[in-house]
């Protein structure tokens, strides 16, 4: 105990010491719509997908170093996605790496159904390729739709160390309240208020998008999150009081992205990948942190050092910047910091 005080001293007395502290959120890594950013590290080589922009389904980024990005002008990583979709609204991308090598994107698109109001919605599928930067090939049906509760968004991939496949996102509850615009905050401000629940769906390990099993959930929102969660992102860290032997982080944001609330969050769990999970106190990101509007979108990846989010340029969701960041979790207090 005397040793680890010693040790937390120290460290601060050198962080007085040092004229200037490294910041843990970069600057924009380039002056471009780049929303929803997803990314993924093969080797000594970095590659950023985002949201569909400038008339790609899914624009890409590169980087050697995390820090330094290159905007890869008019490449689609998808160039077509898959028969269950009209080909619009291509949202919040997602690649992992399959322990065959296998490179899969996970993506969400309007789909030709509408959600059960009538509403146009979003189901979520995948497409491969042998490289990271693809362009990716959609494989398979939609994964999942959930056209009952308005659809289903903002997947992300997620390995398990027991080499079980998953794929965590969001039932998209506030495309229940479409066409009725009086109900504010993105469709879902007013009664009856809809659940969007966060939800976890295993897949086949071979290659990353045949269903196993039914979806659990995982989180949903309360009050203090506002009309929504969405855009998960988990990742898992070695905790020997933990159940499994591990501490589970689900990172999400809160709130509407069209406004000053929304943020990104996380919650944790000490009983497996299914939960039960506890949100933090606080979030992890919010207005005016850094200098920051509407931080959100944020994407961990493996043993959650870096993360990559966007944020609005000013105070207009027109334009969401990418910025990168590194994070310290303290899995003896559950917290995470950045």
């Known amino acids: 105990m005397l040793r680890s005080y010693l040790s937390v001293l120290g460290l601060a007395l050198l962080a007085a010491a040092s004229p200037v502290a490294k910041r843990s959120i970069s600057s924009p890594i380039f002056n471009t719509n780049f929303p929803d950013p997803a990314w993924i590290q093969v080797g000594s080589q970095y590659y950023a997908f985002s949201t569909t ?27 077509k996605v898959g028969a269950w979709s009209t080909g619009n609204a291509v949202w919040a991308p997602d690649v992992v790496q399959l322990a065959n090598g296998l490179y899969i994107m996970y993506y969400s698109a309007e789909s030709t159904a509408k959600a059960a109001n009538g509403a146009s919605a979003h189901c979520f599928g ?165 200098g920051l509007y509407s931080p959100g979108g944020l994407d961990v990846g493996p043993g959650g050092a870096k993360v990559m989010f966007h944020a609005d340029q000013s105070t207009s969701a027109d334009v969401r910047l990418t910025r990168t960041g590194a994070i310290t979790i303290n899995v003896g207090g559950r917290t995470v910091s950045i």
């Open 53 to 79: 922009n400038a008339g790609l389904h899914v624009p890409m980024a590169t980087s050697p170093d995390f820090n330094t990005w290159t905007l890869k002008s008019g490449y689609d990583a998808l160039p």
């Open 126 to 290: 995948a497409a491969s390729s042998t490289v990271p930067q693809g362009p990716y090939t959609p494989v398979g049906d939609a994964i999942q739709c959930h056209l009952d509760q308005g659809g289903a968004i903002d997947p992300a991939g997620f390995q398990d160390s027991n080499g079980r496949q998953y794929i965590v996102y969001k039932i998209d509850g506030n495309n229940m309240g479409a066409f009725h615009f009086y109900l504010g905050n993105c469709n879902n401000g007013v009664a009856p208020i809809h659940s969007t629940p966060i939800m976890l769906q295993e897949v086949d390990p071979s290659n990353g998008w045949s269903r196993i099993g039914n979806p659990v959930q995982i989180l949903d929102r309360s009050d203090a999150d506002g009309p929504l969660v969405e855009a998960p992102s988990l990742t898992h860290v070695a905790d020997s009081a933990a159940a499994g032997g591990y501490l589970y982080i689900l990172f999400f944001s809160s709130n509407c992205y069209a406004g000053g609330l929304y943020d990104s969050s996380y919650a944790t769990s000490v009983n497996g990948v299914a939960g039960p999970y506890t949100k933090s106190s606080a979030p992890l990101l919010v207005t005016g942190t850094d």
